[in-house]
């Protein structure tokens, strides 16, 4: 198996590429004869950060707490219930479905799934070559040019523009999504979980490779991942989010080695230790319970049905996500 990279490349930009204030998502509930709006799922309530040119921030959390949700809301895949989303200054909120359109060139999307997200009846080079089709970039000439470019970008054979996806490997598949992503020349790139549908010998190469894209044209990633142990080797920063609010956020160095929220202390307590010894003698924290309904959350700090040093206060009063160390934020009253 490849070994990923250890550390990611150094930010070279400090002004901020892509930034989100208070966006929320919400989804109602229907139910009746009349259909009648029952209740509201609250799958993104609130969340804010900001990404730098060359940076890649981690997004780590359970399944179900809105992760995927947040990252198609940024692309304005699903409508949104609030918040800004400003690419490169300019408030994608606001702009209406031309004004959209253009401005997604700058912004793509990997998703998690290589064979679902690829047309099986059209050829890799189809494939490719369609994002440059719709925005009418170039002649056919340079097109094919430009396919051929992406193909050996991805560490793809120019030969592949004629397979189909089933003639592909997973990890060739998700070469492909890659290129086709990159065909804009976009600034930020959400992947969603772009490797856990992959073997895990393949799962390095593809890190390498999308590390080795960010160095060359100096791309945004927002890497959504569960596996703790990828988000750690290949963000400079990482946010954890529980049931649509972000709970901590910080640099991944910091955040590894002094998690400050409860729910991160659980999370990275799950990670195993290749060493039996080791393993019997940490003392970790353990979640009790389950996640709450995003239809229902509880009142104050959502994580405190969960949490064994939660007080009063942390029943009644929501916490913000505040600055309890240079660069390190966590919304927690008992941190």
């Given at each position: 198996?490849?070994?990923?990279?250890?550390?990611?490349?150094?930010?070279?930009?400090?002004?901020?590429?892509?930034?989100?204030?208070?966006?929320?998502?919400?989804?109602?509930?229907?139910?009746?004869?009349?259909?009648?709006?029952?209740?509201?799922?609250?799958?993104?309530?609130?969340?804010?950060?900001?990404?730098?040119?060359?940076?890649?921030?981690?997004?780590?959390?359970?399944?179900?707490?809105?992760?995927?949700?947040?990252?198609?809301?940024?692309?304005?895949?699903?409508?949104?219930?609030?918040?800004?989303?400003?690419?490169?200054?300019?408030?994608?909120a606001?702009?209406?479905?031309?004004?959209?359109?253009?401005?997604?060139?700058?912004?793509?999307?990997v998703?998690?799934?290589?064979?679902?997200?690829?047309?099986?009846?059209?050829?890799?080079?189809?494939?490719?070559?369609?994002?440059?089709?719709?925005?009418?970039?170039?002649?056919?000439?340079?097109?094919?040019?430009?396919?051929?470019?992406?193909?050996?970008?991805?560490?793809?054979?120019?030969a592949?523009?004629?397979?189909?996806?089933?003639?592909?490997?997973?990890?060739?598949?998700?070469?492909?999504?890659?290129?086709?992503?990159?065909?804009?020349?976009?600034?930020?790139?959400?992947?969603?979980?772009?490797?856990?549908?992959?073997?895990?010998?393949?799962q390095?190469?593809?890190?390498?490779?999308?590390?080795?894209?960010?160095?060359?044209?100096d791309?945004?990633?927002?890497?959504?991942?569960?596996?703790?142990?990828?988000?750690?080797?290949?963000?400079?920063?990482?946010?954890?989010?529980?049931?649509?609010?972000l709970?901590?956020?910080?640099?991944?160095?910091?955040?590894?080695?002094?998690?400050?929220?409860?729910?991160?202390?659980?999370?990275?307590?799950?990670?195993?230790?290749?060493?039996?010894?080791?393993e019997?003698?940490?003392?970790?924290t353990?979640?009790?319970?389950?996640?709450?309904?995003?239809?229902?959350?509880?009142?104050?700090?959502?994580?405190?049905?969960?949490?064994?040093?939660?007080?009063?206060?942390?029943?009644?009063?929501?916490?913000?996500?505040?600055?309890?160390?240079?660069?390190?934020?966590?919304?927690?009253?008992?941190?």
């Amino acid at each position: 198996m490849v070994e990923p990279s250890q550390n990611p490349s150094p930010i070279t930009h400090d002004s901020p590429v892509l930034e989100v204030e208070g966006l929320k998502v919400h989804f109602p509930v229907r139910g009746g004869l009349l259909g009648r709006q029952t209740g509201l799922v609250r799958a993104v309530d609130g969340v804010s950060f900001a990404l730098r040119r060359g940076e890649t921030l981690g997004l780590v959390g359970e399944s179900g707490c809105g992760k995927t949700t947040l990252g198609r809301a940024i692309l304005r895949l699903v409508p949104l219930a609030g918040g800004e989303v400003r690419l490169e200054g300019e408030d994608l909120a606001g702009l209406d479905r031309t004004a959209l359109r253009e401005r997604r060139r700058r912004i793509q999307m990997v998703f998690q799934d290589p064979a679902g997200c690829l047309n099986p009846r059209m050829t890799v080079g189809d494939i490719i070559a369609e994002p440059l089709e719709n925005f009418a970039v170039g002649s056919a000439r340079d097109r094919d040019r430009r396919v051929q470019e992406l193909l050996k970008l991805v560490g793809l054979h120019p030969a592949h523009r004629n397979y189909y996806p089933h003639q592909l490997s997973g990890g060739m598949r998700q070469r492909v999504g890659i290129a086709r992503a990159l065909a804009l020349d976009p600034v930020v790139v959400v992947a969603d979980e772009p490797v856990s549908a992959l073997d895990v010998s393949i799962q390095a190469q593809v890190l390498n490779l999308m590390n080795s894209l960010q160095e060359r044209l100096d791309l945004a990633y927002l890497f959504i991942a569960h596996n703790l142990s990828v988000v750690k080797h290949v963000s400079h920063r990482v946010a954890v989010m529980y049931l649509g609010r972000l709970v901590e956020l910080g640099s991944s160095e910091d955040l590894y080695r002094n998690p400050l929220h409860p729910y991160t202390r659980a999370l990275f307590s799950a990670i195993p230790i290749p060493d039996p010894l080791a393993e019997l003698q940490r003392q970790g924290t353990l979640l009790e319970g389950e996640v709450p309904s995003p239809l229902n959350p509880p009142m104050g700090c959502r994580f405190h049905p969960r949490c064994r040093q939660a007080k009063e206060i942390c029943r009644e009063q929501l916490p913000e996500l505040l600055e309890l160390e240079s660069g390190h934020y966590a919304a927690c009253h008992c941190p």
